[in-house]
Nanobody, 127 residues
Framework: QVQLVESGGGLVQAGGSLRLSCAASGRTFSSYTMGWFRQAPGKEREFVGAIKWSSGNAYYADSVKGRFTISRDNAKNTVYLQMNSLKPEDTAVYYC????????????????????WGQGTQVTVSS
């Protein structure tokens, strides 16, 4: 049974940094694509970024490019989302997701690409 557990959320001032973690268990994830999404109150869940576990290649939404970095630790089966220069508009619940099949980077932004989801962690950025 696949389990994704996010952690690391919290309250931070604008301009600050946070690192989210997604601990994955229940499978061998070396062939998976791992995604990060976020959902602000009253808004749809949106793509933040993704990483191919095998290669470490990462892809980002334009809104976070240059500020956020996704990485993975094979030994710990954990994916990270390093968030720098945070803005109030980054406030949201952040979700980790895992996709068993790789349909190509064109589909990484789509929620339907992902088979498993974590429970989410709240990030609040104060102005």
């Amino acid at each position: 049974q696949v389990q994704l557990v996010e952690s690391g959320g919290g309250l931070v001032q604008a301009g600050g940094s946070l690192r989210l973690s997604c601990a994955a268990s229940g499978r061998t994830f070396s062939s998976y694509t791992m995604g990060w999404f976020r959902q602000a109150p009253g808004k749809e869940r949106e793509f933040v970024g993704a990483i191919k576990w095998s290669s470490g290649n990462a892809y980002y939404a334009d809104s976070v490019k240059g500020r956020f970095t996704i990485s993975r630790d094979n030994a710990k089966n954990t994916v990270y989302l390093q968030m720098n220069s945070l803005k109030p508009e980054d406030t949201a619940v952040y979700y980790c997701a895992a996709a068993q099949f790789d349909y190509g980077s064109y589909y990484y932004h789509s929620r339907g690409t992902y088979d498993y989801w974590g429970q989410g962690t709240q990030v609040t950025v104060s102005s």
